[in-house]
């Protein structure tokens, strides 16, 4: 049995792969490189359907996807003849939105008899119990911030916006759009945080309905120099919906900015 790792960018691809044995066909979305080494199969969502046959050829029958993968723009000129039949749904899929788009893709693999598996599933050590596992711990307002925080989730969420906001005093300071984690702490680091009270929580969580096999929510120790850098008292994250990459480096940071870090059971 052959395995192939759609490998995106971050450290979450690596995992996988340990995770594995390190045997695996690892492929990268052109333009996106994984940084793992060897010679990855690179492909374009263009000639998916070409991939697909590759990936049959050699005989995959399972694949994880895992990193962060954007979505790239699409050449109609570079549509190969395997790929034409796909694109009706393929552009119907764009038009709705992330969630409906990967799921649309995953059906390809799946048809093709390719089976998905989570990066979770795999290396089981990705997601930690629900608890405070950081030295500071979420006061009253950190307690009242998260629950609101929550709510305006779910909201963006059913709307397919994104997996995340910045809360402070219960008022939203910033939600989490195409740019990701990254773009939205940065933005208020950058002297673009809105005036009003200090602190607040960044808080993460799958989509609701969310395919948990692919593009699921993920922090690290980055997370925590950027909710620091943002002036962010904390992170929240829902139990057993997001990835923490490396917990100890991430723990060890979080002490270090003197933020807490609390997997908060919904």
């Given at each position: 049995m052959a395995r192939a790792l759609i490998a995106g960018q971050g450290a979450l691809p690596a995992r996988v792969l340990a995770a594995w044995g390190g045997t695996a066909l690892i492929c990268e979305l052109e333009g996106a490189p994984s940084g793992l080494s060897g010679d990855p199969l690179r492909f374009r969502i263009e000639q998916l359907g070409s991939f697909l046959g590759t990936l049959k050829g050699a005989g995959v029958s399972e694949v994880c996807f895992a990193g962060r993968l954007s979505r790239p723009p699409l050449d109609p000129a570079a549509v190969d003849a395997a790929t034409m039949p796909l694109v009706p749904r393929m552009l119907q899929a764009l038009g709705q939105g992330d969630d409906a788009a990967l799921r649309t893709v995953l059906s390809f693999f799946e048809e093709a008899g390719i089976a998905i598996r989570a990066a979770q599933e795999i290396a089981g050590d990705l997601m930690p119990p629900a608890g405070v596992p950081s030295t500071a711990q979420p006061?009253?307002?950190?307690?009242?911030?998260?629950?609101?925080?929550?709510?305006?989730?779910?909201?963006?969420?059913?709307?397919?916006?994104?997996?995340?906001?910045?809360?402070?005093?219960?008022?939203?300071?910033?939600?989490?759009?195409?740019?990701?984690?990254?773009?939205?702490?940065?933005?208020?680091?950058?002297?673009?945080?809105?005036?009003?009270?200090?602190?607040?929580?960044?808080?993460?969580?799958?989509?609701?309905?969310?395919?948990?096999?692919?593009?699921?929510?993920?922090?690290?120790?980055?997370?925590?120099?950027?909710?620091?850098?943002?002036?962010?008292?904390?992170?929240?994250?829902?139990?057993?919906?997001v990835i923490v990459l490396d917990p100890g480096a991430t723990v060890a940071a979080a002490d270090a900015a003197g933020l807490f870090l609390w997997v908060r059971t919904p």
């Open positions: 006061g009253e307002r950190d307690e009242k911030d998260a629950t609101r925080a929550a709510e305006i989730h779910a909201a963006l969420g059913a709307a397919d916006i994104g997996q995340g906001c910045v809360v402070a005093a219960g008022q939203a300071l910033a939600v989490e759009t195409l740019g990701g984690t990254d773009w939205m702490l940065a933005t208020l680091a950058g002297g673009n945080r809105p005036a009003g009270p200090a602190g607040g929580v960044l808080y993460k969580a799958p989509k609701p309905g969310q395919d948990m096999r692919i593009d699921v929510p993920a922090i690290g120790p980055d997370t925590v120099a950027a909710a620091a850098a943002a002036g962010l008292s904390g992170i929240v994250i829902a139990a057993g919906g």
